[in-house]
Nanobody, 115 residues
Framework: QVQLVESGGGLVQPGGSLRLSCAPS????????MGWYRRTPGKQRELVAA???????TYADSAKGRFTISRDNAKNTVYLQMNNLKPEDTAVYSC?????????WGQGTQVTVSS
């Protein structure tokens, strides 16, 4: 069993920034392919950004140019830096990893972009 512990959400004004963190409870898990997803009421969960066990990253069109996913292997943590936030970025953000044949999700962290 692996727990993904997320932090960094909150309330921010449009144009502001937040950095989300995802720290797996087991060592080296963050070195695997990992992703950040978000969900808003009435919508399907969507992939926002992903990073492979190398350095390849992918982003949703809505995140390109504003969000950056990164990894710190020494801290076993994956980050999502979100800049120039917009009201439509408001959602619950969760990190995900597929590890040893199972899918693991974090509990989610609320991001609210509002003036």
């Amino acid at each position: 069993q692996v727990q993904l512990v997320e932090s960094g959400g909150g309330l921010v004004q449009p144009g502001g920034s937040l950095r989300l963190s995802c720290a797996p409870s087991a060592r080296f898990v963050a070195m695997n392919n990992m992703g950040w997803y978000r969900r808003t009421p009435g919508k399907q969960r969507e992939l926002v950004a992903a990073i492979t066990n190398g350095v390849t990253t992918t982003y949703a069109d809505s995140a390109k140019g504003r969000f950056t996913i990164s990894r710190d292997n020494a801290k076993n943590t994956v980050y999502l830096q979100m800049n120039n936030l917009k009201p439509e970025d408001t959602a619950v953000y969760s990190c995900h990893v597929h590890w040893v044949g199972a899918d693991y999700w974090g509990q989610g962290t609320q991001v609210t972009v509002s003036s």
